[in-house]
């Protein structure tokens, strides 16, 4: 039982604890909190997987903005209107939720995991996940999907002041 | 001594955590999401599971990322290492965009009802 | 009341009449205020902790701690000194490649113990501040992100041992016995403002401080948060501000050299000891020379604090998103086309650049933000006028005039 080993058990324990409270806990208040967890455990599952810069960028972008967004939409939400998920398990949908989740589980265990348990894990050089690399990468080889994407950016920024004004 | 903290070697994780773990817990997350989408009633509540799904796909991405195959191994693994990274920044950023807008359309929504149901959001059923 | 344990009595303490030395009962001790930040922690420890009943409890708990844990997790990747010798196994303390983006990313993990405490206190002001000093804080982070770019584009390298290794070549790539600090250069000197502008709204610090000032909805967010959950808040608040000062420090300020004078190349060129001697100085007492630097900068906090007074909230946000934004975006273009032109025509060449495209971006600033305004109403002079009725006419009494009986 390596350190490496350990350590990723632990995180993955404290992902799946934070999934299941995103999907479990009545208060959205305290799901969004689970799914910080989640988001920050799961850039130090890229830390040990050597992507250094999509590590911290998943802690930058995903649980530094987008969740603190999404707590700000709560707070005002819940200040007008003070309610929360209740019926949850007495529901049908709960168990066709199940059953789709199951159903989910067991054909990407069937076609994904199970034929690439032995063909995949080749070694080669290290320094994939350095900025210096994906700087490299994204202005050489894929500086489309770049520009693209700075684009859909402006997008995204005009198209949520327009839908904050109250009148256009 | 301390120079043991500074690099911790990822051939190690190479070796010694296999591929499908990593996919595991990308399955276990992709599920729960998948899950909470169908489940839940709040719309801020369906709109972080989807997130949940896309975190799900990401660490996929990336774990294919960092152990190429033994066919990709013999061509170019660097190139789908980053290939792998790439894809995973565009569908960060595509998330970042995605959020502001729809939480914008929420609040825009449920500014004005006295609750807030996904399942209320029924006016364009056929 | 008065004869608890705690700061106004830190200028001299008179020792009891039953103190054991009987030489020294009864004598006042001069302490000249150097105990006052150990009794200040005294009394917010002795202090009544109180929890208000209607708080939703794990998250009040929580969010002080969330507060304090990025301002200490804040300083991994400082470089205390450089990167060779002694010095190379123990600083900075995770030598990853994306040093000052993880300094970015954990602070901007700040923001989550001041929505939470505001939303846990179940009270509508803490709230309401709460999510004001969040939306403060993530809109600084942009124009710190900005010009932090600056520097690391100029360097090529995220980590802060190579920004510091940077900076100690030769001023401009032309004066030889000069270090190269950034906050000299002009476009290094415009991001160290926009910088420690940005890093004095990020702390919640004065001039910034509405969410947390005393006379502004009670005391904004930790309203209900009293002796150490307070007390916790505002060492999260202190560290944070140390460990920026060593950011900032890092980045511009030449981080661990004492002064910005290549002494290697004095020593070379006049053959004096001396150089020699401060020299080997500057590499054995970098780490305290950064933390002096560190010193100045929380030093250069408290002056300010003292010193301005606060921004109102709606002007604490243009500020931030209308003026540092767009120049520390425009900054950024200009370093890009120094880089080209250095890289192009040597070091004369990629300043001329420099400064025509400063130039050309000022002057386009300044068309672009003249024509934005032609069109919007003058509402940043509020002028009150006073309404009377047409009969009555004010007139205004001279005091001087008056007569006074």
Redesign the interface.
Known sequence: MTLNQVAFIILAVIALLGGIGVVFLKSPVRSALALVINFITLGMVYFMLGHQMLGISQIVVYAGAIMVLFLFVIMILRSQHPEEDTSLWKDRRFAFGLLGGALTVALIYNFVIQPTQSTYGATFDRDYGTPQAIGKVFFTQYVYPFEIISVLLLLGVVGSIMLAKRKF | MFNILHQIPIAAVHDEIPLAAFLGLSLAMFALGSLGVLIRKNPVVVFMCIELMLNAVNLSFLSFAAYPSAAVAARDPFASAMAGQSMVICVMAIAAAEVAVGLGIIMAIFRYRNQVDVDDMNTMRG | MQDRIGPNRSGTITLPDSFPLKGLAGKKIRTFGFIQPLLDGVKLFTKEDITPSAV?R??YFIAPALALFPAFALGATLPWGPNFGLYG??TPV?????GV??A???S??G??GI??AG?ASNN?YS?MGG?RA??QL?SY?LAMAMSVACIVMAVG??KLTNVVVEQEKPLWGLLEGVQNWFILTPFGFIAAVIFLIAVIAETNRAPFDLPEAENELIAGYHTEYSSMKFAVFFMGEYAAMFIFSGIFAALFLGGYNILPVNWNHLYQSTGNNLFHIIDNANYWLAPIVFLGKCFGGITFFVWLRATLPRLRYDQLMDLGWKSLLPISVANFIVVGIWIIGTSLYGPIGGWGAAIAAMVITLVLYLNILSVSKKGAPANDKRTVTMVTSPKRTVTLVDPAKTETP
């Open positions: 939703d794990k998250i196994i123990l995770a030598d990853v490649e994306i983006l993880y970015l990313a954990i901007s993990l923001a989550y929505v939470l939303y509508k709230l999510l969040s939306a993530i982070e390298s995220m």
